[in-house]
């Protein structure tokens, strides 16, 4: 069992930054992928970015492509996203997730509300 804890979002004006971490409970975190995900009012969740057990393998979402990052630190049982030049289309709630194999979550946070500003 993993429990997922979302942090650091909020209020950032466009072309502002956030970053984003999830802390992980359990002595597995190295296990997992860890991937983010977002959902804006009214429409479905949608991928983000992901991040390998190792850290050794990333992909994004075409949207945050140059201008986000993922990235996790296994020795504190965290994940990040780094994200830069935002638009106020990147606003929604942005979820962490966990799972053993590619593309396939077993865990979910909470959610951290992310809100862009024109």
């Known amino acids: 069992q993993v429990q997922l804890v979302e942090s650091g979002g909020g209020l950032v004006q466009a072309g502002g930054s956030l970053r984003l971490s999830c802390a992980a409970s359990?002595?597995?975190?190295?296990?997992?992928?860890m991937g983010w995900f977002r959902q804006a009012p009214g429409k479905e969740r949608e991928f983000v970015a992901r991040i390998s057990a190792s850290g050794g393998s990333t992909y994004y979402a075409d949207s945050v492509k140059g201008r986000f990052t993922i990235s996790r630190d296994n020795a504190k049982n965290t994940v990040f996203l780094q994200m830069n030049s935002l638009k106020p289309e990147d606003t929604a709630v942005y979820y962490c997730a966990a799972g053993w194999l590619t593309d396939s979550y077993n865990y979910w946070g909470q959610g951290t509300q992310v809100t862009v500003s024109s």
């Open positions: 359990g002595r597995t975190f190295s296990s997992y992928n």
